[in-house]
């Protein structure tokens, strides 16, 4: 599934080439994706103008005139691709947005999680995507002071807690892995003895492996592809994640990189340098 990087990469390549321009049609193939995409979407967006397009942990949010938005989520599959109007479809294409200037988006899903939905600027922060979630790592109040209060009394590991989108939102196994790595925390480490130091460390790490991460233009792995097709390259900076057995790149240690599964998913870590 794209995490945070990936989906603010494709949000910034959309705006480059979608930002104020008409919405001329709007053609659903499919309905019944993750969710039911709602009714009345040609509707409501057909003839009004992107005003914006921004992210939301690890959705798309696609704003138009007079304070509709287009939500969108990739799901574990999902490509949002720029076209040439008139090319022919491709496979799995449910939705095909025209615009101004000959440009088509396409929302391709071959498995069907992700999803599309709509919501109005007003109503927006109460939607029931996002009214649960916790702050953006991104953002500038996002420091240790924040994340140690948000960790402050929990009894699940550190890499459950960063994995709750109700504690920071957007973070997902890849990013969480290279986040505790930078912090030099061990991933068993209790969430709730992350306070002070080690909570500013970490908050730190975080926004460092994203910002690093986004200019990169993400991880792809498997489906995922920018807004132009391209592939990202992050992947190749990896310290520690998909490395089992390998060298630590920051330490001496002769055991190399471990691999441990938690919550039914693989987990990557330094054993000596992380505690």
Not at 2 to 27: D, H, N, Q, Y
Not at 243 to 256: L, M, Q, T, Y
Request: proline content about 4%; hydrophobic content about 40%.
């Amino acid at each position: 599934m794209p995490e945070l990087p990936e989906v603010e990469t494709i949000a910034r390549g959309l705006t480059a080439r979608l930002l104020g321009k008409r919405l001329l049609s709007f053609k659903l193939n499919r309905r019944d994706l993750r969710n039911p995409v709602p009714p009345g979407l040609k509707a409501k967006l057909e003839g009004r103008r992107v005003t914006a397009i921004t992210r939301r942990a690890k959705y798309i949010l696609f704003h138009f005139e007079g304070g509709g938005v287009l939500i969108a989520h990739l799901g574990m599959s999902g490509r949002l691709v720029l076209a040439d109007a008139g090319n022919a479809p491709a496979p799995h294409d449910h939705a095909v947005l025209g615009f101004e200037g000959g440009v088509e988006l396409r929302f391709n899903d071959a498995r069907r999680f992700g999803l599309l939905d709509y919501a109005t600027e007003n109503d927006l922060a109460a939607h029931k995507l996002f009214r649960h979630l916790g702050p953006e790592p991104l953002a500038p109040e996002f420091d240790g002071v924040l994340l140690a209060k948000l960790l402050k009394g929990k009894k699940t590991s550190i890499k459950a807690a960063l994995l709750d989108q109700r504690v920071v939102a957007g973070l997902g196994n890849i990013y969480v892995s290279e986040s505790l790595y930078g912090a030099a925390l061990s991933p068993r480490r209790l969430a709730r003895t992350v306070q002070g130091e080690r909570a500013i460390q970490l908050a730190q790490a975080i926004r460092d492996v994203l910002a690093r991460a986004i200019a990169a233009g993400g991880s792809s792995l498997r489906d995922y592809v920018q807004a132009s097709g391209e592939l990202g390259y992050f992947q190749h900076h990896w310290s520690v994640y998909g490395k089992e057995g390998e060298r630590c790149p920051r330490c001496d240690c002769s055991i190399g990189i471990k691999r441990i599964v938690q919550g039914g998913r693989s987990t990557f870590y330094c054993a000596k340098r992380q505690r």
